[in-house]
């Protein structure tokens, strides 16, 4: 158990939908980083947010959208939901923005 | 893109036997690290070597690094059922993202 909690686990939207995934960080962590994660692939690297700052970018379009809380907690936003954005969605947490990533169970997201 | 890329993408191997990875990466890095999943689910931190390290151990963990030829290789030492699994290389660059490679998709025959 790494104390990082994800929510839902899963979930089914259809096509041009909207979808919130939710992140509680473990205890003490003030960055969160968010992955996306397709059958059979590694992990993708969406963002980063540190103490509630944007700290870096993957490729992905700005669609994807988060935030970070105040307690360090962590959303990702996905509009207009496409086909392709089917995949396991990964929060992770971490001390700092340079040290070792403290993975959730993640959220399957199937849109349909 | 991926930044670490694996080699091979499977592996399989009867118990016992040991069991070697290797991850190759592009550019510079801040430290490399190797994580773990089971059945598609979240990832475990395995283990982390720093830039100017050469050799980490953990366990039957061996975990070498030549920032030279830009690759590490990870080593499961007397192999267990229980180790089957993917497996996964990530470089921190210098902007402190920590990106993945594609994995390796090791099976441990009881």
């Known amino acids: 158990e790494t104390g990082v909690t994800q929510s839902p686990t899963h979930l089914i939207k259809t096509r041009g939908q909207q979808v919130t995934l939710r992140c509680s960080s473990q205890s003490g962590h003030n960055t969160v980083s968010w992955y996306q994660q397709a059958l059979g692939q590694g992990p993708q690297f969406i963002f980063q947010?540190?103490?509630?700052?944007?700290?870096g970018r993957g490729n992905f379009p700005p669609r994807f959208s988060g935030l970070q809380f105040p307690n360090y907690s962590s959303e990702l936003n996905v509009n207009a939901l496409e086909l392709d954005d089917s995949a396991l969605y990964l929060c992770?947490?971490?001390?700092?923005?340079?040290?070792?990533?403290?993975f959730g169970s993640g959220t399957q997201l199937s849109v349909l | 893109s991926q930044q670490g890329e694996e080699d091979p993408q499977a592996l399989s191997i009867q118990e016992g036997e040991n069991a070697t990875m290797n991850c190759s990466y592009k550019t510079s890095i801040n430290n490399l690290q190797w994580y773990r999943q089971n059945s598609g689910r979240g990832l475990v931190h395995l283990i982390l070597?720093?830039?100017?390290?050469r050799e980490k151990h953990s366990g039957r963990l061996r975990v070498t690094l030549d920032t030279s030829k830009k690759s590490s290789s990870l080593l499961i030492t007397a192999s267990r059922a229980a180790d089957t699994a993917s497996y996964f290389c990530?470089?921190?660059?210098?902007?402190?993202?920590?990106?993945f490679g594609s994995g390796t998709r090791l099976l441990v025959r009881p």
């Open positions: 992770a947490s971490s001390l700092n923005t340079r040290e070792k990533l403290f």
């Open positions: 990530a470089v921190m660059d210098s902007s402190y993202k920590l990106i």
């Open positions: 947010y540190y103490r509630e700052e944007e700290n």
């Open positions: 070597i720093r830039s100017n390290e």
